[in-house]
């Protein structure tokens, strides 16, 4: 018997919340319950957000800066910034320079944060709007373009037959994530809770082990003159 020839199934939303009922017991019919487990799957996503480095939702996002301008606010759905660089210059003689990440308590001891030149650290304020504040305040020597790769919030769940912003090795774990939660809230899930906490872990664990860049490393022990 031939195979199916295709690879792009994916599940809508609502077959998302029809199997994580399945698993936890619950017959989903009322619209009351695929409205709580709407929310439960938002909560999830959310959750995802602090469990680390989502590789699907990396954006590299380009910021022409203004001279005297230290403060750059980023979109709303920013989760954190990872890398950074300033660039100078186009085409074949463009450069990069590497931004360093400094923490709000450095920023704080620079006795003058209004001293300008070519911008070398940045510091993420993470407000509920996040913004980048660079130091030194670019001056107005040459054009300067901070390039940055973002981490982004995860779509919400929807409200109909959408897919979920999550590439398909993930949707065991989110599957199993929404099972979990549901569980906690209906009657018929709770004597499940455990095996499916256990079940979520574990689907959740080989997703993150397989979502991570696979380039080899290379360690280079550096020699200090004595």
């Known amino acids: 018997m031939a195979t199916s020839g295709t690879a792009i199934a994916n599940?809508?939303?609502?077959?998302?919340?029809?199997e994580a009922g399945e698993r936890c017991g619950v017959e989903i019919r009322a619209g009351h319950q695929v409205r709580t487990a709407r929310r439960s799957l938002n909560l999830l996503l959310m959750e995802w957000a602090n469990r680390g480095l989502n590789?699907?939702?990396?954006?590299?996002?380009?910021?022409?800066?203004?001279?005297?301008?230290?403060?750059?606010?980023?979109?709303?759905?920013?989760?954190?910034?990872f890398e950074a660089v300033i660039r100078t210059g186009t085409g074949s003689s463009q450069t990069d320079l590497v931004l360093n990440r400094i923490s709000g308590a450095v920023y704080m001891t620079i006795p003058n944060k209004t001293a300008?030149?070519?911008?070398?650290?940045?510091w993420v304020d993470r407000q509920i709007t996040q913004n980048i504040v660079?130091?030194?305040?670019?001056?107005?020597?040459?054009?300067?373009?901070?390039?940055?790769?973002?981490?982004?919030?995860?779509?919400?769940?929807?409200?109909?037959?959408?897919t979920?912003?999550?590439p398909f090795r993930f949707m065991p774990a989110l599957i199993a994530g929404l099972a979990y939660n549901m569980?906690?809230?209906?009657?018929?899930?709770?004597?499940?809770?455990?095996?499916l906490?256990?079940?979520?872990?574990e689907a959740w664990a080989l997703a993150s082990d397989e979502d991570r860049e696979k380039a080899p490393v290379r360690f280079v022990p550096r020699m200090m003159p004595i």
């Not at 569980?183 to 095996?195: D, H, I, Q, T, Y």
């Not at 906490?197 to 872990?201: E, F, L, M, P």
Request: glycine letters at 6%; proline letters at 8%.
């Open 11 to 18: 599940f809508e939303l609502i077959d998302i919340i029809e």
């Open 55 to 81: 590789l699907w939702t990396v954006e590299k996002v380009e910021v022409l800066l203004t001279p005297g301008t230290e403060i750059y606010a980023m979109a709303a759905d920013t989760v954190d910034v």
């Open 116 to 122: 300008q030149g070519r911008p070398y650290q940045l």
């Open 134 to 162: 660079l130091w030194p305040v670019p001056d107005a020597s040459i054009p300067y373009t901070m390039v940055y790769w973002r981490l982004r919030r995860l779509q919400d769940a929807g409200t109909g037959l959408n």
């Open 164 to 166: 979920e912003d999550v």
């Open 183 to 195: 569980a906690l809230k209906f009657p018929e899930g709770l004597p499940r809770v455990s095996s």
């Open 197 to 201: 906490k256990a079940q979520y872990d």
